[in-house]
């Protein structure tokens, strides 16, 4: 299953017509992305367990990680 079908926490995104990384995919440069992409696996490992659930936030860090594979080719 690719990055694009899942959403973690809810299903927010999956209800808009197109999602907000794939806006951000289309109108950053390939490096703005790729930085983007690390950020938020940065951003949910760090708030891990200070946010409510730490699983959720370590979930929404490895669908960030899949995405960055995918669009990194690997």
Wanted: proline share 1%; net charge positive.
């Amino acid at each position: 299953m690719k990055a694009d079908d899942l959403q973690i926490g809810g299903d927010h995104y999956k209800q808009m017509a197109i999602q907000p990384w794939e806006v951000m995919e289309c109108v950053l440069s390939e490096a703005e992305f790729i930085g983007f992409l690390k950020g938020n696996i940065i951003k949910y490992s760090m708030r891990a367990g200070h946010k409510g659930d730490a699983k959720i936030d370590l979930e929404k860090a490895k669908h960030y990680r899949q995405k960055l594979a995918e669009v990194m080719g690997k």
